[in-house]
């Protein structure tokens, strides 16, 4: 008779721990899941949709330019008197970063003395094909950039 | 409340029915293949929220390092795939050597048009991430259909949406992997079951040793071992071999890929015999599957024709993979 | 009758030309019939930029183009030359190319001759040495094409086989094989021995025709201290350690072949070169290293967008180095290479640690690994205890 009783206990016992297991099972699957479909911080978005704030425009005077990583990839934004060009900052040469000479004008690599002009040109040194250039865009008082004028 | 016991009820009693004595531990592949495919669709609705046909390889690496679990699912997904061929195989293997088509042939037919579908599911499903490899993989394909003569490029048009692998064709293979297979594959699958269910196990005559008396639940429980196991596998195969991406895809520059190894022998079939021949004994070796039920009359032809079909599929397995 | 054969021979003849010419505009072509005859040249002659802006025959070998009859178009009354005279040749091209208001409408220079005159070839010529080599010999007689044309024989790519006609061909080292890639901003014979004014360039010259392009390099020289002992000794600058003509790609391994020229072994100038060695293979090992860390990261899909433009300034550190080495400023080296190699560090433990997220997937794993195998357990021992209970 207590035999008997203790296998039922033992038995329902067993199909409460399989159901609480299997019930844990489901809802951590269910969590995983949710964790999931929480929305990341970055979004993607395709190349052409893509943009960055660079500065507001009078942060960057007359014959300045500034800087800045677009894409794992320095990007020169400069002002000329033609208006707000972007370039590539990595020489076509050998890939050194080029400087901006806000005095000549021009874009200098310190590597091989590449020289480009402001629209990327090629103005001396061995480089041979002008600075990749990207679109820049001044929206009321901020300049934007975006991806670089072949793919859009 | 009462609508609810009452369905609880109908299930308890299908549970406690007793279950035929020779049903073995092969005959629970068909359960966890059934939880597989469960497995992908789910995972595959999943990645389908992050996935973008327009930014293919972006998106995907998008889901692999920024969404939470990203890497997981698509592991999943990726490994869920290969075991589900892999247990497909097996089944039909299984299937075949205890001739339990006999007397079954359509659905055997139905079986092996799944098989079908499986293999068009990971050929689809491939291109997806619009890596290199991925695109290369594909383009050699492309290659060998278009030698194809008269309906080569009927195929290419129907299949490629043009003569090129372009992000046209990409967005074709994406609306047949997650649009038209997928209703493809449940639907089959549940003609496959209602047939399974109407016309019963075939009991065979050189049954094993039967088991003592069970009943369903018991059947449900054993399956389930194997279930947490396989979901224990892919999610240990997803965390220490990761997807690897190989660099978006460049039309213009080439990479030699292997086919994936359940491509492997129609790979060395279309090497051996090269051009439209070669397309054609890949259509006849899959015709050939279809019609194995009324090739095998006896039991020992059966037999032969299998093993000399398996050591076929082995030898060009080998011949695809050295060359 | 034999008038009118001889009619129809000439209106055949005009045909032909009129074919042969055609489309060649240029108002004196329909008048030069010396090509009728002298169809020896007639190809190369139409090729040339001579035909295509209507310089003919007559222009250099003077006679009549307009008669078909041999005496009277090779008449000296009508000012035939005949194949000019070597000597004279340079002074016959340089009475149009050195008149200014002749060349204007084309936008030519007009200095090749005074150029010429002071170029090697020019002063032998001088002296009466017709062997050397006149405007001919380098732009062909008729086929005169445009340098820019890839077919002239002063283009860049055919210029050292132009040369070679004479000397000896040297289009080997860096600056042929880059040429031969199709870089026609790479340097041929005549750049750096001038073209019109070929000359061998002076020992002090040298430095400053390969700092026209090396620039960087020449301002870092000028500043070392091999400057002023190489002009006391009159040593050639550039080429005592890169030679010249078949110049080498400048590897590591120049120093250690070619310090030892001057600096004895295990003299301080002697180590101060193996230290930039050292320096520079550290750095240039590091990135490498780097490198194929970040290729291996995006293999595996991890997001490397912060790495790469770190990977960018650290290989732009190092290359800057590379023209600054001729400074032999040992600490300037010391600091770029410091930088380039500190970034390259910094770049493969960042690439490592994203990597080492693996580490959290594989605790993940064994809890999920643990809790599905007690469920598994849970599930073996219900069946046992279902099945024992029917038994």
């Given at each position: 008779m207590d035999e008997k009783?203790?296998?039922?206990?033992?038995?329902?016992?067993?199909?409460?721990?399989?159901?609480?297991?299997?019930?844990?099972?489901?809802?951590?699957?269910?969590?995983?899941?949710?964790?999931?479909?929480?929305?990341?911080?970055?979004?993607?978005?395709?190349?052409?949709?893509?943009?960055?704030?660079?500065a507001r425009v009078d942060e960057i005077p007359l014959g300045k330019g500034k800087?800045?990583?677009?894409?794992?990839?320095?990007?020169?934004?400069?002002?000329?008197?033609?208006?707000?060009?972007?370039?590539?900052?990595?020489?076509?040469?050998?890939?050194?970063?080029?400087?901006?000479?806000?005095?000549?004008?021009?874009?200098?690599?310190?590597?091989?003395?590449?020289?480009?002009?402001?629209?990327?040109?090629?103005?001396?040194?061995?480089?041979?094909?002008?600075?990749?250039?990207?679109?820049?865009?001044?929206i009321r008082d901020e300049i934007f950039l975006g991806s670089s004028e072949e793919e859009a | 409340m009462s609508a609810l016991m009452r369905v609880r009820e109908l299930m308890r009693a299908e549970l406690r029915r007793p279950a035929p004595r020779y049903l073995t531990a092969w005959h629970l592949l068909g359960g966890v293949m059934l939880f597989v495919l469960f497995l992908e669709i789910t995972t595959g609705i999943l990645l389908m929220v992050y996935y973008r046909p327009d930014a293919a390889y972006e998106s995907v690496l998008y889901i692999l390092n920024d969404v939470q679990l990203g890497w997981l699912v698509h592991g999943i997904h990726r490994w869920g795939a290969q075991l589900?061929?892999?247990?497909?195989?097996?089944?039909?293997?299984?299937?075949?050597?205890?001739?339990?088509?006999r007397e079954r042939e359509l659905n055997w037919v139905i079986g092996v048009v799944l098989l079908v579908v499986i293999g068009a599911f990971a050929f689809t499903g491939r291109l997806l991430v619009w890596d290199q490899v991925a695109f290369w993989s594909t383009d050699a394909v492309r290659r060998v259909i278009a030698e194809v003569p008269v309906v080569g490029k009927a195929i290419l048009y129907f299949l490629w949406g043009g003569t090129e692998l372009d992000t046209e064709a990409l967005l074709r293979f994406y609306v047949f992997h997650v649009g038209l297979l997928p209703w493809t594959a449940i639907g089959l699958v549940m003609i496959h079951l209602y047939l399974v269910s109407r016309q019963g196990l075939y009991q065979g005559t050189r049954s094993s040793a039967p088991?003592?008396?069970?009943?369903?639940?018991?059947?449900?429980?054993r399956g389930l071992i194997w279930v947490v196991l396989s979901f224990g596998v892919l999610v240990t195969l997803a965390v220490i071999s990761p997807v690897e991406l190989d660099g978006q895809a460049d039309p213009l520059v080439y990479r030699s890929v292997k086919p994936p190894w359940y491509f492997l022998p129609a790979y060395g079939l279309v090497k051996l015999v090269s051009g439209a021949l070669g397309v054609a004994l890949v259509g006849m070796g899959v015709g050939g599957l279809v019609a194995a039920p009324w090739l095998g009359r006896n039991s020992w032809v059966a037999w032969g024709i299998g093993m000399v079909g398996i050591a076929a599929v082995a030898l060009l397995t080998a011949y695809g993979w050295r060359w | 009758m034999a008038l009118v054969t001889l009619m129809r021979a000439r209106i055949w003849l005009s045909v032909i030309a009129l074919l042969l010419l055609g489309g060649r505009g240029g108002v004196g072509q329909e008048q030069n019939w010396c090509i009728v005859c002298h169809s020896e040249v007639k190809v190369e002659y139409q090729e040339s930029i001579h035909a295509a802006f209507a310089v003919t025959c007559v222009s250099c070998h003077g006679g009549d183009p307009l008669t078909l009859d041999v005496e009277k178009a090779h008449a000296v009354e009508a000012f035939f030359r005949g194949t000019p005279q070597r000597l004279e040749i340079p002074d016959l091209c340089a009475s149009c190319h050195s008149d200014p208001l002749k060349m204007k409408?084309?936008?030519l220079r007009t200095d090749q001759l005074a150029e010429y005159q002071t170029s090697q070839h020019g002063k032998l010529l001088a002296q009466g040495d017709v062997r050397v080599a006149v405007?001919?010999?380098?732009?062909?007689?008729?086929?005169?094409?445009?340098?820019?044309?890839?077919?002239?024989?002063?283009?860049?790519?055919?210029?050292?086989?132009?040369?070679?006609?004479?000397?000896?061909?040297?289009?080997?080292?860096?600056?042929?094989?880059?040429?031969?890639?199709?870089?026609?901003?790479?340097?041929?014979?005549?750049?750096?021995?001038?073209?019109?004014?070929?000359?061998?360039?002076?020992?002090?010259?040298?430095?400053?025709?390969?700092?026209?392009c090396h620039i960087a390099e020449r301002t870092y020289f000028e500043a070392s201290s091999h400057k002023k002992a190489m002009d006391e000794q009159r040593l050639s600058e550039c080429v005592s350690c890169h030679g010249s003509h078949a110049i080498e790609p400048a590897g590591r391994d120049l120093f250690d072949k070619v310090c030892v020229r001057c600096h004895g072994p295990g003299s301080h100038a002697q180590l101060v070169?193996?230290?930039?060695?050292?320096?520079?293979?550290?750095?240039?090992?590091?990135?490498?290293?780097?490198?194929?860390?970040?290729?291996?990261?995006?293999?595996?899909?991890?997001?490397?967008?912060?790495?790469?433009?770190?990977?960018?300034?650290?290989?732009?550190?190092?290359?800057?180095?590379?023209?600054?080495?001729?400074?032999?400023?040992?600490?300037?080296?010391?600091?770029?290479?410091?930088?380039?190699?500190?970034?390259?560090?910094?770049?493969?433990?960042?690439?490592?640690?994203?990597?080492?997220?693996?580490?959290?997937?594989?605790?993940?794993?064994?809890?999920?690994?643990?809790?599905?195998?007690?469920?598994?357990?849970v599930i073996y021992l219900t069946l046992r205890e279902r099945q024992g209970e029917r038994l």
């Open positions: 009783k203790q296998a039922t206990e033992r038995r329902t016992l067993l199909e409460t721990i399989l159901k609480s297991a299997l019930i844990i099972g489901v809802l951590g699957l269910a969590g995983a899941v949710l964790a999931y479909l929480f929305p990341p911080k970055r979004r993607i978005s395709s190349a052409t949709q893509r943009r960055m704030r660079v800087q800045v990583l677009f894409a794992g990839e320095p990007v020169w934004v400069l002002h000329v008197k033609s208006g707000w060009i972007a370039l590539s900052a990595v020489c076509t040469h050998q890939g050194c970063i080029v400087q901006w000479d806000e005095k000549r004008l021009t874009l200098n690599c310190p590597c091989h003395a590449g020289l480009f002009d402001a629209n990327g040109n090629v103005l001396a040194g061995p480089p041979r094909r002008p600075l990749k250039r990207l679109r820049v865009s001044v | 589900l061929i892999l247990l497909v195989l097996a089944h039909l293997l299984r299937v075949y050597f205890h001739e339990a088509y088991n003592p008396v069970q009943t369903y639940s018991e059947v449900v429980l | 409408p084309y936008g405007c001919t010999d380098c732009h062909t007689a008729h086929r005169i094409l445009p340098a820019w044309e890839p077919r002239s024989s002063t283009h860049p790519e055919n210029i050292s086989k132009t040369c070679a006609r004479c000397h000896v061909q040297r289009d080997h080292g860096v600056h042929g094989a880059a040429l031969a890639q199709g870089n026609t901003k790479a340097p041929t014979c005549a750049t750096c021995h001038g073209a019109h004014g070929a000359a061998p360039p002076g020992v002090e010259d040298v430095s400053r025709v390969c700092g026209t070169g193996q230290k930039i060695k050292t320096l520079l293979a550290a750095a240039d090992e590091s990135l490498r290293e780097a490198t194929q860390i970040l290729q291996q990261a995006q293999r595996k899909a991890l997001d490397i967008s912060v790495y790469q433009p770190r990977l960018i300034e650290a290989r732009s550190y190092f290359l800057q180095t590379l023209p600054a080495q001729h400074s032999l400023d040992l600490s300037y080296i010391e600091e770029m290479t410091r930088r380039a190699r500190s970034i390259a560090d910094e770049v493969r433990s960042g690439l490592y640690a994203l990597q080492g997220g693996v580490a959290i997937r594989l605790l993940g794993l064994t809890f999920v690994w643990i809790f599905l195998l007690l469920l598994v357990g």
